[in-house]
């Protein structure tokens, strides 16, 4: 549908009649993403009273512009700031410039090139361990066995923190779900949640952090002043839960696309620079954050739209990657892609674009090139199956069947 506007008169949003997190379009959310897109530069959806974008050039506007988008009220559908729904906010994702700059520049400082180049060697040691794990069998679930094992060995030891993964992955379906309405996906992640809470709390805390660690490093800049008393562990737990959980479906999807596409596969073998490549399209082409929220502060102005004071405004990370406004042949898996980096909105935009990009595409480089190098072929061994997510989507298990060199 087209909808004409008119530059001297500001319109009312149209309305949308679906659900977002109806586990149906959980499971297979692209014929929503399409009426997303199609149906205007923003939408009101119905079912939650909030705003929403799918395309491109109003998903990047919303994350890049704090002053109309505010990150203060939560980046999930509840607002964080209101009785009912209030909690801590993270400091690293839910505050504005200017608090946000002061906390972004610490942790920014703490990653030097110093850190990266070792946590860099790190991943790729581990990488090869979990490839000659793997390679002892022919066939293998590339989420349990490969992506998650090798995440939750190479993230924590970088970042500091100690997560089993039993714990880890409960505790953020629990952190992901939470950012959805209280739907039966968030009340049983909760409940299966209760008791790792405090295991977490306890696991982010100064006294149980690696020694020389990022976590370390940002409790050194507490001490010093640089950060508020409390934030350092603040930013540790937002620091994990956007770090295992998303480069894990990242890397799902990457493996499970290479699959099925073989001459890709191919060219990631014969060019060691193409793995980079094979990740940036995978989250591109199934971005693992769904979608992220922000708020409007005041009534303000988006392409032509109206939108009202102190609603929030939902942004389809997973519908911005696929509009055939921006990619052609949108709905393909294709490494050849130029400018794939920098141009999709997966790793989010503007000041809150993620932190911990740089070591998410470190580790997939390392596990996508220790497989190439080890790795004739990879395909499916069966059906792949997804898990459902409130504000993500990543595979549950994926059967794999390699060839080695």
Not at 257 to 271: C, F, G, T
Not at 322 to 334: E, S
């Amino acid at each position: 549908m087209s909808i004409m506007t008119d530059s001297s008169v500001l319109m009312d949003p149209p309305v949308l009649d679906i659900d977002p997190y109806d586990e149906d379009v959980l499971a297979d959310p692209y014929a929503f993403h399409e009426s997303l897109r199609e149906a205007a530069p923003v939408v009101m959806i119905k079912p939650h009273g909030v705003y929403a974008v799918g395309r491109h050039e109003e998903a990047k506007a919303v994350l890049s512009d704090y002053e109309r988008f505010s990150n203060s009220a939560g980046i999930g559908l509840q607002d964080i700031r209101k009785p009912g729904d209030f909690r801590i906010p993270s400091r690293l994702l839910e505050v504005d410039p200017p608090i946000h700059t002061a906390v972004k520049s610490v942790v920014t400082r703490t990653l030097s090139p110093l850190v990266i180049r070792k946590w860099r060697e790190g991943f790729e040691e581990k990488a090869e361990k979990r490839v000659d794990q793997l390679l002892k069998r022919s066939e293998f679930d590339g989420v349990e066995d490969c992506a998650e094992a090798f995440i939750l060995e190479a993230f924590p030891a970088a970042v500091g923190i100690d997560l089993p993964r039993k714990e880890a992955l409960i505790i953020g379906d629990m952190r992901f779900n939470q950012s959805g309405p209280k739907n039966s996906l968030y009340h049983r992640a909760m409940e299966k949640a209760k008791p790792y809470i405090q295991w977490f709390d306890d696991a982010c805390d100064r006294k149980n952090v690696i020694p020389g660690s990022i976590a370390e490093m940002l409790f050194e800049a507490e001490d010093r002043g640089e950060l508020d008393t409390g934030v350092a562990s603040n930013v540790m737990r937002s620091f994990v839960g956007g770090g295992t959980d998303s480069t894990i479906a990242g890397l799902g999807f990457a493996l499970h696309q290479l699959a099925r596409h073989p001459k890709q596969w191919e060219q990631v073998r014969s060019e060691p620079g193409k793995a980079k490549a094979a990740f940036e399209e995978a989250i591109r082409f199934e971005s693992p954050f769904q979608v992220t929220y922000r708020t409007t502060l005041k009534e303000v102005e988006l392409n032509g739209y109206r939108l009202a004071a102190d609603t929030k405004v939902g942004v389809f990370l997973g519908a911005a990657g696929r509009d055939p406004r921006v990619w052609q042949n949108a709905d393909q898996y294709d490494i050849n892609r130029p400018q794939l980096a920098g141009k999709h909105l997966s790793l989010g935009a503007g000041a809150h674009a993620c932190i911990g990009q740089m070591i998410a595409r470190a580790e997939s480089e390392a596990l996508l090139n220790a497989l190439a190098k080890r790795v004739k072929s990879i395909s499916l061994a069966g059906t792949p199956r997804y898990r459902l997510v409130n504000q993500m989507r990543m595979l549950d298990y994926l059967p794999l069947r390699v060839e080695p060199v």
